[in-house]
Antibody, heavy 120, light 106 residues
Framework: EVQLVESGGGLVQPGRSLRLSCAAS????????MHWVRQAPGKGLEWVSG????????GYGDSVKGRFTISRDNAKNSLYLQMNGLRAEDTAFYYC?????????????WGQGTLVTVSS | SYELTQPPSVSVSPGQTASITCYGD??????ASWYQQKPGQSPVLVIY???KRPSGIPERFSGSKSGNTATLTISGTQAMDEADYYC?????????FGGGTKLTVL
């Protein structure tokens, strides 16, 4: 059974940093691209970042470019999102999603999400 | 910038057919996926590559494409289908989501 379990969310002040993690199991992690997708409370889905199976391709949404960094550790079956310079508008549920391709395909599994709240 | 446009809401009576559209001016050249999200839950894939249904998704869910419009159709809609639905496609290595459609089963 595929499982994606996010962690690391919480309340953080504007300008501070936070690191999210996603622990994957139930599939061959290093065969697949992985992505982060977020959803502000009561709003729609927004792509944040994606990384190919070997970290050779990495991309970011315009709203987080230069502030967020995606990475993965295939030996640990884990995906990460380092978030720096957090803003109030970054407040959202952050979902880890398994993708069938890096810049193509679809998201066949999603985690349960972790809530990041940016507020003073 | 490229956008995917969905109607904010669709209403349907139980047992009837619901159709949710997704328009993008280059969507005809791309593959669309559809996700269902119920309150307090994570999104679930219901259609991929415009028309394919993952295992475990009921046959009443189907997808189609005409020109630059993708359509998610739910036949014999049930109360459990009430949810938000999002279309998704790729543009220049960026994943794009439609704004979402709230399906209400009256």
């Amino acid at each position: 059974e595929v499982q994606l379990v996010e962690s690391g969310g919480g309340l953080v002040q504007p300008g501070r940093s936070l690191r999210l993690s996603c622990a994957a199991s139930g599939f061959t992690f290093d065969d697949y691209a992985m992505h982060w997708v977020r959803q502000a409370p009561g709003k729609g889905l927004e792509w944040v970042s994606g990384i190919s199976w070997n970290s050779g391709y990495i991309g970011y949404g315009d709203s987080v470019k230069g502030r967020f960094t995606i990475s993965r550790d295939n030996a640990k079956n884990s995906l990460y999102l380092q978030m720096n310079g957090l803003r109030a508008e970054d407040t959202a549920f952050y979902y880890c999603a398994k993708a069938t391709g890096y810049s193509s395909g679809w998201y066949d599994y999603w985690g349960q999400g972790t809530l990041v709240t940016v507020s003073s | 910038s490229y956008e995917l446009t969905q109607p904010p809401s669709v209403s349907v009576s139980p047992g009837q057919t619901a159709s949710i559209t997704c328009y993008g001016d280059k969507l005809g050249d791309k593959h669309a996926s559809w996700y269902q999200q119920k309150p307090g839950q994570s999104p679930v894939l219901v259609i991929y590559q415009h028309t394919k249904r993952p295992s475990g998704i009921p046959e009443r869910f189907s997808g189609s494409k005409s020109g630059n419009t993708a359509t998610l159709t739910i036949s014999g809609t049930q109360a459990m289908d009430e949810a938000d639905y999002y279309c998704q496609a790729w543009d220049s290595s960026t994943a794009l989501f439609g704004g979402g459609t709230k399906l209400t089963v009256l």
